[in-house]
């Protein structure tokens, strides 16, 4: 069967979408959303949304420093879209109002400003 999304999937499950001139039920766009969590990505296009290289996830898979799952089949890598997100939370670093305000002072100190 064969369906065009019309809008994006990030949005509420209220928006339209057409799957063979009619819109799909809320069990039809979990089942889309399904399939689109275990999309899988080419190497380059994993590498694009982490913001690296392609090399850089090579050297990170034959090294294993960062565990981020991949299917191999000959000589083609894939990577999960849902293990790359995963792999962005779990890095995700929160910083402090604190700490952004010593930051500040010191870009100041830096620029030759003072204290702010």
């Not at 499950?13 to 979990?30: H, M, N």
């Not at 991949?70 to 890598?77: D, E, F, P, S, W």
């Not at 879209?81 to 830096?110: G, I």
Request: glycine share 6%; proline share 3%.
């Amino acid at each position: 069967m064969k369906f065009s999304i019309v809008n994006n999937l990030s949005g509420s499950s209220k928006q339209a979408y057409r799957i063979a001139g009619w819109q799909a039920t809320d069990y039809e766009l979990a089942i889309i959303r399904t399939k689109q969590k275990h999309k899988h990505v080419r190497r380059f296009q994993g590498a694009g949304n982490l913001g690296v290289s392609p090399s850089s996830l090579a050297t990170w898979a034959c090294r294993q420093t960062h565990p981020i799952p991949y299917v191999k089949i000959g000589r083609a890598v894939r990577y999960r879209k849902a293990d790359l997100d995963d792999f962005l939370e779990r890095n995700l670093h929160q910083v402090e109002a604190a700490s952004m305000a010593t930051s500040a002072s010191v870009f100041a100190y830096a620029q030759g400003k003072g204290a702010v």
